[in-house]
């Protein structure tokens, strides 16, 4: 099954006090990493945002539709362009790992949304939606009801566990410097 790829970079990055996407990282930009494994499943990957700088990146950009409408923002402007199964997957993420992913695309049946949880903890940035939303996701950008855990609560979707597969850490955002310095550890480490 051919689907696109999203990388949801239209965050404000508040907790950060920069664009946490392209802060360098390891000397690459943080996103680089999350690139580097999806371009092992996906020949189209898109970055969902509206700063311009992600075109030196290379990639096609998507923007936001409305700003600051946080990921369900960014996961509705991309099955908008699309109107096909998306894979998305948060830029402050840069643990995560090929076998992640390869569990999620082997999961997933066209036309229902795939979501990762880690100890039946959703992980709304990290999963395949269906286009099947989008009626109900306009609906939610309209009324500004942006809480992505309490949407996936209200819609069908196919919840994939990885706490038994995964170390935990995979799953780590990148929000704060504190968080940022952590990461940066652990990749030295695995160099």
Do not use: W
Not at 2 to 10: D, F, K, R, T
Not at 22 to 46: D, E, G, M, R, W
Not at 75 to 103: H, N, Q, R, W
């Amino acid at each position: 099954m051919q689907i696109n790829a999203v990388i949801l970079a239209g965050g404000r990055s508040s907790r950060m006090g920069e664009d946490k996407g392209l802060k360098p990282l390891c000397n690459k930009p943080l996103i680089a990493y999350t690139i580097q494994v999806l371009s092992h499943f996906f020949t189209s990957i898109y970055i969902n945002t509206n700063n311009l700088m992600y075109e030196s990146l290379g990639l096609p950009l998507i923007p936001d539709m409305e700003t600051n409408h946080g990921p369900m923002g960014g996961i509705y402007a991309s099955l908008t362009k699309f109107k096909a199964d998306t894979f998305f997957i948060s830029c402050d993420m840069p643990l995560i790992s090929t076998e992640v992913i390869g569990i999620l695309i082997k999961s997933h049946q066209k036309g229902q949304t795939t979501i990762a949880t880690y100890n039946q903890r959703l992980i709304p940035v990290l999963g395949i939606y269906s286009p099947g939303l989008l009626s109900i996701l306009e609906q939610k950008n309209k009324q500004r009801e942006l809480k992505m855990k309490t949407f996936l609560e209200e819609v069908s979707c196919n919840c994939i566990e990885l706490n038994e597969i995964i170390s935990e850490n995979r799953f780590v955002n990148v929000n704060t410097p504190e968080e940022f310095k952590y990461v940066e550890k652990i990749l030295k480490h695995e160099d």
